[in-house]
């Protein structure tokens, strides 16, 4: 294991790659995991290659981590989702 770690580690972009999906995922972890935290009705962000988002809706998630050029187009996506979603449930 220490020989994979040190191998992967040894190129600086593919380790600041690794860490940085580390701590992203380790942030929806904390994220998740607080009460206070998960009355955000959904988050987004720009992962530099364009926007990505979630929301929650009851006890449904609802992601899309398509990027998108601008921040609309997420919050678009994402409604379309959850009325979609509504609209097959009724």
């Not at 999906?21 to 935290?37: C, G, H, L, Q, W």
């Not at 987004?44 to 929650?56: I, L, Q, V």
């Amino acid at each position: 294991m220490d020989k994979l770690v040190q191998m992967l580690f040894k190129w600086t972009k593919l380790r600041e790659a690794l860490f940085t999906e580390v701590n992203f995922y380790n942030s929806i972890s904390r994220m998740t995991k607080d009460p206070e935290a998960m009355q955000t009705a959904s988050t987004f962000w720009d992962e530099g290659d364009g926007w990505r988002g979630w929301s929650k809706e009851g006890n449904t998630y609802y992601f899309n981590d398509v990027p998108e050029y601008d921040l609309m187009r997420v919050i678009e996506s994402i409604d379309d989702m959850e009325k979609h979603s509504n609209s097959s449930q009724l």
